[in-house]
């Protein structure tokens, strides 16, 4: 006699089957959500309804190297459509530069591009750079081409970016905003200045045409004509020895440092005195963002054109200051327009 005990198994309830089926169905939609959201078909302030996805262009990368594929975009403005431009590839940049070093007149050369779109110091308003939040917001809105100003070109533009000062943030959140470039394919410009003491005269003499307004009431940074740099370049400032080593110092230790903290993102490193002596050198830019050469103008007139001993008013006692240290190539170096 056959003395095992068989249990009847437990069958799983209808009702459990139906909630299991459930679950699965709910991941894999929500799966398939976040695979969309990654390629960018969806966005979190403009979801795209079926009909419109189906419209949506297939955009193809353009022939391009390996390396530089991450550099092209394809934006979707949420406030605009770029019409039959959606597949033209985007590159990004951004400038970075320090006040009074050449990059008012460099972005407008820049501007004269039909394909480039650079829209100035964006993070000179500080609520704007107040936290890595708020950057990254701001960034995000520019790129994705939603920023408007004086700048900005129509859908087809082929390239956009900003002018950043380095003491608007950069160098505060530089690991940040590093991460953020090299993320989202940001192209870095960096614009210096050589001789660090004819950026010293021409911040004193912006600082000085602020206070007293010399064209007519009026402060301009930058000119248009020559009469009115003639003006302006009247001016000659009493540079402070003691401090001037300094000073010095400080400019030349924060370029270094942007240098090192960005040295990881694709950039392009340019001096002001080579773009004014060598204008071939706008080629490289244009190379540099992968976009057609053309020819680039600007209605900026140089300001200080005289050599130094010229435009300082205690030239003896700065020449003797800097003389045999690491800056005299700033007062013994010919300058060339």
Known sequence: MDTSCTKPSKKMPLSSWKLVLVLILFFAVYMMYVALQQYGVFSVTNLITVGALSKAPICHMPAVSHSDAPFFHFPKPVTYNRKECACTPVRFFAILSMQRSGSGWFETLLNSHPNISSNGEIFSVKPRRSNVTSITRTLNRLYN?????????????????????????????????????????????????????????????????????????????????????????????????????????????????????????????????????NHTKLMDVLDFLQLPRKKLSSRHVKIHTEPLANQIENWGEVYRALNGTPFESFVNGDYRR
């Not at 590093?178 to 010293?200: E, K, P, T, W």
């Not at 000085?208 to 400032?237: C, I, M, W, Y």
């Not at 001037?244 to 400080?250: C, D, G, H, I, T």
Request: some cysteine.
């Open 145 to 277: 081409l939603d920023w408007y100003s004086s700048a900005a070109k129509n859908e087809c533009t082929a390239s956009i970016g900003l002018k950043w000062m380095l003491n608007q943030g950069l160098l505060q959140h530089h690991v940040e905003i590093a991460d953020y470039f090299n993320q989202r394919g940001v192209s870095v410009i960096f614009l210096f200045r050589r001789n660090l003491l004819r950026r010293m005269v021409s911040i004193l003499a912006n600082a000085h045409d602020r206070a007293v307004k010399q064209l007519n009431g009026t402060h301009k940074a930058h000119v248009h004509s020559e009469a009115e740099a003639a003006v302006l370049a009247k001016f000659k400032p009493t540079i402070n020895t003691t401090l001037l080593m300094s000073e010095l110092r400080r400019a030349d230790k924060m370029g270094r440092e942007a240098l090192k903290h960005f040295e990881s993102t694709r950039h392009l490193l340019l001096y002001y005195e080579d773009l004014v002596s």
